[in-house]
């Protein structure tokens, strides 16, 4: 059973608007979550995180929220941009301090 | 710095053959994963080492899949023998702390026919 989950596998949206992913975790000791991002015929690359101490955190464009009563935490990105057209990841860090990953979501941003 | 370095970057194999995927992790890092990329479940975490030594192999497939790091500098993940749904896109990445960034490399796509 998948821990970290991310229910749409793809999203689409259009030049300069909000593009927001969404992930749910199962396991309430999760305390370190990540995004990461991942173009075609590479690796995914660290995007932002946030700590479980937080709700909210920002960097530029890219803003992650946490809701831990739900077991939610989403990435807003605005304003998008086709160069954000990619795979998103998110992850969780466990007890054992390894990272956990959801299936991703496929976002293209449409000029 | 290089980076996390995979080789190779792709494999085509026959069913029932010996694949042998190989990492470099950045230097200084002392953790290092294997993750498999699949469609349908995403990134899956395979094996899991610290300072050299397994923490968590919970996530190798079956006993047809092993994992070794002989030194801080290298880490090779062998399939023997492949079948057609090890087919995927297997990723190392690498760690300098317990909490730091995960580093990936590029990536191994292996094709079992």
């Known amino acids: 059973d998948q821990q970290v989950k991310q229910n749409s596998p793809s999203l689409s949206v259009q030049e300069g608007r909000i593009s927001i992913l969404n992930c749910d975790y199962t396991?309430?000791?999760?305390?370190?979550f990540l995004w990461y991002k991942k173009y075609p015929a590479e690796g995914p690359t660290f995007l932002i995180s946030?700590?479980?101490?937080?709700d909210k955190n920002e960097d530029g464009r890219f803003t992650v929220f946490l809701n831990k009563s739900a077991k939610h935490l989403s990435l807003h990105i605005v304003p998008s941009q086709p160069g954000d057209s990619a795979v998103y990841f998110c992850?969780?860090?466990?007890?054992?301090?390894?990272?956990?990953f959801g299936s991703g979501t496929r976002l293209l941003v449409r000029p | 710095d290089a980076g996390v370095i995979q080789s190779p970057r792709h494999e085509v194999t026959e069913m029932g053959q010996e694949v042998t995927l190989r990492c470099k992790p950045i230097?200084?890092?002392?953790?290092l994963f294997w993750y498999r990329q699949t469609m349908m479940r995403g990134l899956e975490l395979l094996i899991y080492?610290?300072?050299?030594?397994?923490?968590?192999d919970s996530g190798m497939p079956e006993d047809r899949f092993s994992a070794k790091m002989p030194n801080a500098s290298f880490s090779t993940l062998k399939i023997q023998p492949s079948e057609p749904r090890d087919s995927a896109v297997y990723f190392c990445?690498?760690?300098?702390?317990?909490?730091?960034?995960?580093?990936f490399g590029e990536g191994s796509r292996l094709t079992v026919l």
């Open positions: 990445a690498s760690r300098q702390t317990s909490t730091g960034e995960l580093f």
């Open positions: 396991n309430s000791m999760f305390d370190y």
């Open positions: 946030i700590s479980s101490i937080k």
């Open positions: 992850a969780a860090v466990d007890s054992s301090y390894k990272l956990i």
């Open positions: 230097s200084g890092h002392n953790s």
């Open positions: 080492f610290n300072n050299n030594v397994p923490i968590d």
